[in-house]
């Protein structure tokens, strides 16, 4: 901004132009050859120079319209225009920035180790396909331990890992045709009997990842179906269980997955 406060500003005109003034840019210098000396003290101010053509610059000159379109803007509408544009800027941002915070939606997952009401108003999701991090292979040819086993609506089989330790970031995926996802029943540790439920690890907590949503869940070291509820529906093709904490066998350090039941809403 600049002004100059020497000169009385009179312009009948609240915009100007300077069609008859040749302009000429040079690096940041602006050059205006026919503006008076009296501009010259407040644009050097700003990085600008006017190269005079008079040396003395009365009060009388800014009267004669001749000389007042030689202005190339007022320090006032040079302020105003320049406010209205950081306005618009800071605007814009403040209500983009808005309208992206209310488009996240927050959708809450609790657990329930009993059936829930709306669960008959529900259809079971048919999974295409599964598949784990790590799977048990034991000597023990009988025994089909696959992530395929969690998913055959048999709760007597399971999905066992196989990596070293108790099963802590180990992860199990089921693919299905693209649905809205509302309940998941879970069925935890072996279930081919008593013995064999407590003998093997079971999981405690684990990330249920679906869609783009992503929830912690804990269960309670029962040998009951666990049941996920999500608060919303949520759109997806997929869903990944990926362990975090475990109730540790007595016998094996295998964690074991019998059934995963997933239900649209």
Same mark, same amino acid.
């Given at each position: ?20 003034? !040749? ?46 379109? /030689? ?26 920035? =808005?309208?992206?915070? !209310? ?8 657990? #329930?180790?009993?059936?829930? #009401? ?15 991090? #790590? ?24 999905? $066992?890992?196989? #990596? ?13 045709? /693209?649905?809205?996802v509302k309940v998941i029943a879970c069925y935890l540790g072996n279930w081919q009997d008593d013995w064999s439920y407590y003998a093997n690890c079971r999981p ?18 029962? $040998?009951?179906?666990?049941? =996920? ?16 904490? =475990?109730?540790?066998?007595?016998e094996y350090d295998d964690c074991c997955i019998s059934e995963l039941t997933v239900y649209a809403g």
């Open positions: 901004m600049f002004t100059a406060p020497d000169i009385e500003n009179r312009f009948a005109d609240p915009i100007f132009t300077a069609p008859d003034i !040749e302009n000429r840019f040079a690096d940041p210098i602006f050059i205006a050859p026919d503006i008076e000396n009296c501009f010259a003290d407040s644009l050097k101010i700003y990085g600008l120079h006017c190269r005079p053509s008079h040396q003395e610059c009365p009060v009388e000159l800014l009267k004669n319209n001749n000389y007042r379109g /030689k202005c190339f803007m007022n320090g006032s509408l040079f302020k105003f225009i320049l406010s209205s544009v950081l306005l618009a800027f800071i605007c814009t941002i403040l209500y983009g920035g =808005i309208r992206t915070t !209310e488009k996240v939606i927050a959708v809450q997952a609790s657990v #329930s180790d009993d059936e829930p #009401s709306s669960l008959g108003s529900t259809k079971v999701i048919t999974v295409s396909s599964a598949s784990a991090t #790590s799977v048990l292979h034991g000597n023990d040819a009988e025994y089909n331990n696959a992530p395929e086993m969690a998913v055959d609506g048999d709760v007597i089989t399971s999905w $066992q890992e196989g #990596s070293e330790g108790q099963g802590s970031g180990e992860s199990i995926t089921l693919n299905f045709e /693209k649905s809205e405690k907590t684990m990330t249920l990842q679906i869609g783009n949503q992503s929830f912690d869940v804990e269960f309670t070291d029962a $040998q009951i179906p666990h049941y =996920i509820i999500l608060s919303d529906k949520v759109e997806a093709e997929s869903l990944t269980f990926t362990v975090n904490e =475990i109730y540790a066998g007595e």
